[in-house]
């Protein structure tokens, strides 16, 4: 079993900045990509960026500039620095790990979500 979690969210101004953090823990042997994603109210889920364990980050262009992706393998922990925060960045934002784990299946996981709002 794996699990994802994450923190970071929270309430912030247009212009603001906030830190997301989420954790892979469990019977992992190896992780692939590591990723954030990201639900409004009345829409789809999408992908905000993702990055593999060698340090190549993908960016949606609503936030290319604006968003940083990092990882730390030793602690298997992804980071998301959102700067310039805008009213439509509001959502719920989802971690994502593309892995192996340890009886060599390759699987898809996902955290539970983090709200983030932007608004004065």
């Known amino acids: 079993q794996v699990q994802l979690v994450e923190s970071g969210g929270g309430l912030v101004q247009p212009g603001g900045s906030l830190r997301l953090s989420c954790a892979a823990s469990?019977?992992?042997?190896?992780?692939?990509?590591m990723g954030w994603y990201r639900q409004a109210p009345g829409k789809q889920r999408e992908l905000v960026a993702t990055i593999t364990t060698g340090g190549s980050g993908v960016y949606a262009d609503s936030v290319q500039g604006r968003f940083t992706i990092s990882t730390d393998n030793a602690k298997n922990t992804v980071y998301l620095q959102m700067n310039s925060l805008k009213p439509e960045d509001t959502a719920v934002y989802y971690c994502?790990?593309?892995?192996?784990?340890?009886?060599?299946?390759?699987?898809?996981?996902w955290g539970q979500g983090t709200q983030v709002t932007v608004s004065s």
């Open positions: 994502n790990a593309i892995l192996m784990t340890v009886v060599r299946s390759r699987e898809d996981y």
């Open positions: 469990g019977s992992i042997f190896k992780i692939y990509t």
